[in-house]
């Protein structure tokens, strides 16, 4: 490692900062492509629900390119079976979409926490071949190696320096992409979280309402019931 110098570590720095900026590009778009207006989105979905309208808001949410849109979407397909169906459909998807969205986001914070480290890596191989190069210096030649000597060492130290400076600068960028990515998952998700509590609440009070309605029907008809039979019986009586 002393002999290869701090080169192979520029190197691998050099390319692991290329992979860094491809993948800021990659979800940067991802991001930008999954964009849309999430509150008219929101206030589009309650006005169909409200009206009953559940394919139109299908096809509200299937118009949408977002992530939240997506997991919603599960839901309706599953509405015909029930709350729990529904719920189970979103969690799916919702894991799914955070997956996605998530992809690679691992890497920029792996790079941003050790990139640093792997800069100091090469500078500690560059210190220590500075001062191998030191140690070669012939006693002999005491005069000249006086001035050649701190030349020699301190090219290897400042080359070593480059390392840690390196290692800094691509550090800098991959934590705060990957802050800046991972707080937009995190309002995705809740926005997701918000459509799909709009959503089973509509459903929610689909079956309560329907029983309701049945449980006073049910009530009406015990008291015809009853009242048919109360004047059967007074019938009964006045023929005797």
């Given at each position: 490692?002393?002999?290869?110098?701090?080169?192979?570590?520029?190197?691998?720095?050099?390319?692991?900062?290329?992979?860094?900026?491809?993948?800021?590009?990659?979800?940067?778009?991802?991001?930008?492509?999954?964009?849309?207006?999430?509150?008219?989105?929101?206030?589009?979905?309650?006005?169909?629900?409200?009206?009953?309208?559940?394919?139109?808001?299908?096809?509200?949410?299937?118009?949408?390119?977002?992530?939240?849109?997506?997991?919603?979407?599960?839901?309706?397909?599953?509405?015909?079976?029930?709350?729990?169906?529904?719920?189970?459909?979103?969690?799916?998807?919702?894991?799914?979409?955070?997956?996605?969205?998530?992809?690679?986001?691992?890497?920029?914070?792996?790079?941003?926490?050790?990139?640093?480290?792997?800069?100091?890596?090469g500078t500690v191989i560059g210190i220590i071949a500075a001062f191998d190069e030191l140690s070669k210096v012939k006693m002999a030649a005491a005069a000249a190696s006086t001035q050649l000597a701190p030349e020699a060492v301190m090219a290897r130290i400042s080359e070593a320096l480059v390392a840690t400076a390196i290692g800094i600068l691509i550090a800098i960028p991959a934590v705060a992409a990957y802050n800046a990515f991972q707080r937009v998952v995190r309002g995705t998700v809740a926005n997701t979280e918000a459509l799909g509590h709009m959503l089973l609440s509509h459903l929610k009070a689909i079956p309560s309402a329907t029983g309701s309605s049945a449980a006073a029907a049910s009530t009406v008809e015990r008291i015809s019931g009853g009242a048919k039979s109360a004047a059967h019986t007074a019938g009964e009586s006045e023929r005797n």
């Open positions: 490692m002393v002999g290869l110098g701090t080169g192979w570590i520029l190197v691998l720095m050099l390319v692991l900062s290329i992979v860094s900026l491809a993948i800021m590009l990659e979800r940067a778009w991802l991001f930008w492509s999954l964009r849309d207006d999430f509150e008219e989105l929101m206030r589009d979905l309650g006005q169909l629900l409200r009206g009953g309208d559940l394919e139109g808001a299908r096809r509200r949410l299937e118009a949408s390119r977002s992530a939240e849109a997506a997991v919603v979407v599960a839901g309706l397909v599953e509405a015909d079976r029930g709350v729990d169906a529904a719920q189970e459909a979103m969690d799916g998807a919702s894991a799914l979409q955070r997956i996605k969205l998530e992809r690679r986001l691992a890497f920029l914070g792996t790079l941003g926490n050790n990139a640093p480290f792997i800069g100091l890596l």
